[in-house]
């Protein structure tokens, strides 16, 4: 496990770090926790019990800070999955909203249903319109 080992500089660092954002941004300062138990010796399996991770996750979390440091490690890369509708269904979709007032989205999946033959969950409709900067 020597790979996963971190000097008393970087734990400073790391640590400074978690303290500095883990309030504002607290899925990185979980992912600095992450390093830092892999950087004492903890192994992969234990930390990922204790993160509620895989414990490949946390092996990658490492593999960014040890290639990139701590910027390599706060950047996601996470993108989300693409929206079912195009641009254009959600220009139409924007002008729908613009002359019919919802006060729930189920009249809005039925629409989107309706005109578009696509289904969305309530969840999923409530990340399009935000998306799309509906609230």
């Keep these: 496990m020597s790979e996963y080992k971190l000097n008393s500089r970087q734990v400073k660092r790391l640590k400074k770090k978690y303290y500095k954002i883990k309030k504002s941004d607290p899925s990185i300062a979980i ?8 950087g004492k010796g903890d192994s992969a399996s234990a930390v990922a019990d204790r993160f509620l991770i895989n414990a490949d996750t946390a092996l990658r ?25 195009s641009d254009a269904q959600k220009e139409q979709l924007k002008q729908h909203l613009r002359d019919t007032i919802s006060l729930d989205v189920k009249p809005i999946i039925a629409y989107v ?7 969305y969950s309530i969840s999923g409709m409530t990340k399009l319109l935000h998306s799309i900067h509906f609230e």
């Design 61 to 85: 979390y490492f593999s960014l800070y040890k290639e990139g440091g701590i910027n390599g490690l706060l950047e996601i890369k996470y993108e989300g999955r693409h929206s079912f509708l």
């Design 31 to 38: 992912r600095i926790l992450i390093v830092l138990s892999l």
């Design 113 to 119: 249903f309706e005109t578009f033959g696509i289904q």
